[in-house]
């Protein structure tokens, strides 16, 4: 599976974005997939993840009521909207593809990553 990420950007807080993240291989539709972020001088972590069908979800407390993970399977994209945007959430994002049809958030559990896009959040 080979994962690109895009839609990254500028934007003032309060702003909003919508990230996507495509898929090449016949696994996307069976595998939950996840987005993470990493912001300067930190480690990864946890953002969202959605399961192989899109019926279960799950976010950080951080992003709970802001953003909200999707999928089209047809499509074989995922998506991460993004809305109330706080200078905090200034990172790099990155999708992830799961090791299993279940939603996941740690790490270990995703076996490919896609390059990530830069979100940036100005005050």
């Known amino acids: 599976v080979q994962l690109q990420a895009s839609g990254g950007g500028l934007v003032q807080a309060g702003g909003s974005l919508r990230l996507s993240c495509a898929a090449s291989?016949?696994?996307?539709?069976?595998?939950?997939m996840g987005w993470f972020r990493q912001a300067p001088g930190k480690e990864r972590e946890f953002v969202a993840a959605?399961?192989?069908?899109?019926?279960?979800?799950y976010y950080a407390d951080s992003v709970k009521g802001r953003f909200t993970i999707s999928r089209d399977n047809a499509k074989n994209t995922v998506y991460l909207q993004m809305i109330g945007l706080r200078p905090e959430d200034t990172a790099v994002y990155y999708c992830?593809?799961?090791?299993?049809?279940?939603?996941?958030?740690?790490?270990?559990?995703?076996?490919?990553w896609g390059q990530g896009t830069l979100v940036t959040v100005s005050s």
């Open positions: 291989g016949r696994t996307f539709s069976n595998r939950g």
């Open positions: 959605i399961s192989w069908g899109g019926g279960t979800t």
């Open positions: 992830a593809s799961g090791r299993t049809g279940l939603m996941k958030v740690d790490l270990s559990e995703y076996s490919y």
